[in-house]
């Protein structure tokens, strides 16, 4: 087999003493992605919200907790919430298309901002169950709406950083958010100033969002459509690229991963002798993990093919995972433990680019809430089977078998979801797909098989974008 990359194409498709873009391909620097001031604008605008949504979320935990029966109606909160993406991500996704992406994102965080107001009046739980529960669709709104403008917004080439370092916000907020609202409940005993905090940064992140200047586009025009409807025309746009198909089969097989071992992370802490500080430290391990996951994924992304990225990151969660069930040192398990949290964020970040690439602008919202949709119900399940197992036969003990047994058949899940992407990707970076469909019948025609010249054109179209480029 044959490999161009894209460095080699660029040098035989430009004079010598031209400056190849593609020299990036060698390293990862975030410094590089030299964003435009409508992309500037909207990481800004991002990483306040995301500040302001860790803060909204300990403050919902808090008055749950104080107003409702405890741990139980912190449970049945995160159930609430955890449901929102289930039945509504991709009508709302569908509703981000129909408003296009920038009045999306300002409907979202203006409606998120007044709902977070109105928790002062919060009296009985009940209002706060309501009020998590249309915050969470606020989010389902705001989630597609921002992906579909970070597209807009960049350039194919730099897609992949402008995701990573949206992600690696995301990840800082949920970090700086609790730590703010800590600091806020130790100067006040009320929750207002944690209310006002967290409502005076979500319409402080509105400011950026009406400074992007879009270009203008078609009138607007809603379509009646039912929640179901928008879930069988996600999954349809979706299996229409088989390559955003694949790449997000490994994305849910991490999740149900991730989804799973959650509920075994407090009785984990206990078997090291820890007491509720522990459960905070092997959580921040998660949280660490999340963070640098980005990182990873595009790292490999810009220097390795696709479908081994995959593989490689893919892999990271179920062996994190058996390393856990297998060591009685507690640095290494939470090294560990960071380590199956990087496949999560990583491989999100994978499946976001490749959708942005592969899928029409005009269906980003679509397609960004179907995802969010499965991964959701794959969330839930992946939670009420571990603490199903663990409720009726008592498991909790042998927590770290579940560990090994849980990587053990996610090691197994990744590599068939890799041996049936490998069909399809290894001939190409599978990224300019369209543009490779017609210029595979013209070299057809003209030279015969088409597989050097259309290695060479994809190198060129996509740019330093596509990693490497195979042919036969």
Same mark, same amino acid.
């Given at each position: 087999?044959?490999?161009?990359?894209?460095?080699?194409?660029?040098?035989?498709?430009?004079?010598?003493?031209?400056?190849?873009?593609?020299?990036? !391909?060698? /390293?990862?620097?975030?410094?590089?992605?030299?964003?435009?001031?409508?992309?500037?604008?909207?990481?800004?605008?991002?990483?306040?919200?995301?500040?302001?949504?860790?803060?909204? $979320?300990?403050?919902?935990?808090? /008055?749950? $907790?104080?107003?409702?029966?405890?741990?139980?109606?912190?449970? &049945?909160?995160?159930?609430?919430?955890?449901?929102?993406? *289930?039945?509504?991500?991709?009508?709302?996704? %569908?509703? +981000?298309?129909? @408003?296009?992406?920038? /009045?999306?994102? *300002?409907?979202?965080?203006?409606?998120?901002?007044?709902?977070?107001?109105?928790?002062?009046?919060?009296?009985?739980?009940?209002?706060? $169950?309501?009020?998590?529960?249309?915050?969470?669709?606020?989010?389902?709104?705001?989630?597609?709406?921002?992906?579909?403008?970070?597209?807009?917004?960049?350039?194919?080439?730099?897609?992949?950083? +402008?995701?990573?370092?949206?992600?690696?916000?995301?990840?800082?907020?949920?970090?700086?958010?609790?730590?703010?609202?800590?600091?806020?409940?130790?100067?006040?005993?009320?929750?207002?100033?944690?209310?006002?905090?967290?409502?005076?940064?979500?319409?402080?992140?509105?400011?950026? @969002?009406?400074?992007?200047?879009?270009?203008?586009?078609?009138? #607007?025009?809603?379509?009646?459509?039912?929640? &179901?409807?928008?879930?069988?025309? %996600?999954?349809?746009?979706?299996?229409?690229?088989?390559?955003?198909?694949?790449?997000?089969?490994?994305?849910?097989?991490?999740?149900?991963?991730?989804?799973?071992?959650?509920?075994?992370?407090?009785?984990? =802490?206990?078997?090291?002798?820890?007491?509720?500080?522990?459960?905070?430290?092997?959580?921040?391990?998660?949280?660490?993990?999340?963070? &640098?996951?980005?990182?990873?994924?595009?790292?490999?992304?810009?220097?390795?093919?696709?479908?081994? !990225?995959?593989?490689?990151?893919?892999?990271?969660?179920?062996?994190?995972?058996?390393?856990?069930?297998?060591?009685?040192?507690?640095?290494?398990?939470?090294? +560990?433990?960071?380590?199956?949290?990087? +496949?999560?964020?990583?491989?999100?970040?994978?499946?976001?680019?490749?959708?942005?690439?592969?899928?029409? =602008?005009?269906?980003?919202?679509?397609?960004?809430? !179907?995802?969010?949709?499965?991964?959701? #119900?794959?969330?839930?399940?992946?939670?009420?089977? !571990?603490?199903?197992?663990?409720?009726?036969?008592?498991?909790?003990?042998?927590?770290?078998?579940?560990?090994?047994?849980?990587?053990?058949?996610?090691?197994?899940?990744?590599?068939?979801?890799?041996?049936?992407?490998?069909? =399809? &990707?290894?001939?190409?970076?599978?990224?300019?797909?369209?543009?490779?469909?017609?210029?595979?019948?013209?070299? /057809?025609?003209?030279?015969?098989?088409?597989?050097?010249?259309?290695?060479?054109?994809?190198? #060129?179209?996509?740019?330093?974008?596509?990693?490497?480029?195979?042919?036969?």
């Amino acid at each position: 087999m044959m490999k161009f990359t894209v460095s080699e194409i660029f040098q035989q498709s430009r004079p010598p003493d031209a400056t190849s873009p593609a020299r990036s !391909t060698k /390293r990862l620097s975030l410094a590089r992605l030299a964003p435009s001031r409508g992309l500037s604008l909207l990481l800004f605008s991002s990483a306040i919200s995301e500040v302001a949504c860790n803060i909204v $979320y300990i403050v919902l935990l808090e /008055r749950a $907790y104080l107003l409702g029966r405890g741990s139980s109606s912190i449970g &049945i909160l995160m159930i609430i919430q955890s449901t929102a993406p *289930v039945f509504f991500g991709s009508w709302m996704g %569908g509703l +981000a298309d129909q @408003l296009r992406f920038k /009045r999306s994102a *300002v409907i979202a965080n203006s409606a998120i901002a007044a709902l977070v107001f109105s928790l002062t009046f919060a009296k009985i739980v009940t209002f706060v $169950y309501i009020i998590a529960f249309l915050i969470m669709l606020g989010r389902l709104l705001l989630i597609p709406a921002r992906l579909g403008l970070v597209a807009q917004l960049t350039d194919r080439a730099r897609l992949m950083e +402008a995701n990573t370092t949206l992600s690696i916000l995301s990840g800082v907020g949920s970090f700086i958010g609790p730590a703010i609202a800590g600091m806020l409940f130790l100067a006040s005993d009320d929750f207002a100033p944690a209310l006002l905090g967290a409502g005076g940064g979500w319409l402080l992140s509105l400011l950026p @969002l009406t400074m992007i200047q879009m270009k203008p586009g078609n009138p #607007i025009a809603l379509r009646r459509t039912f929640p &179901i409807e928008e879930i069988r025309n %996600g999954w349809h746009l979706i299996r229409k690229r088989s390559t955003i198909t694949k790449v997000l089969w490994c994305l849910i097989v991490a999740t149900l991963l991730l989804g799973a071992v959650t509920p075994l992370i407090t009785p984990l =802490s206990r078997q090291f002798g820890l007491g509720s500080e522990g459960t905070g430290v092997f959580f921040s391990a998660l949280g660490f993990g999340t963070l &640098i996951g980005p990182l990873i994924a595009t790292g490999l992304f810009k220097r390795l093919h696709l479908s081994t !990225t995959l593989l490689i990151v893919g892999l990271l969660a179920p062996v994190g995972l058996i390393v856990v069930g297998m060591l009685n040192h507690l640095q290494g398990v939470l090294i +560990a433990i960071a380590v199956a949290a990087t +496949a999560g964020t990583g491989l999100n970040v994978i499946v976001t680019t490749v959708t942005q690439r592969l899928s029409r =602008s005009s269906h980003h919202g679509t397609v960004f809430g !179907t995802q969010q949709t499965l991964l959701g #119900i794959a969330w839930i399940l992946a939670l009420a089977a !571990t603490t199903g197992l663990t409720a009726l036969w008592e498991l909790e003990s042998k927590v770290r078998m579940l560990f090994i047994a849980l990587g053990g058949s996610g090691f197994l899940a990744i590599l068939s979801c890799w041996t049936w992407n490998r069909q =399809s &990707i290894r001939k190409t970076c599978d990224l300019c797909e369209p543009e490779l469909r017609i210029a595979s019948v013209a070299c /057809r025609i003209v030279h015969g098989p088409p597989y050097q010249i259309s290695a060479t054109l994809c190198g #060129i179209i996509c740019g330093e974008g596509c990693g490497r480029c195979y042919s036969q």
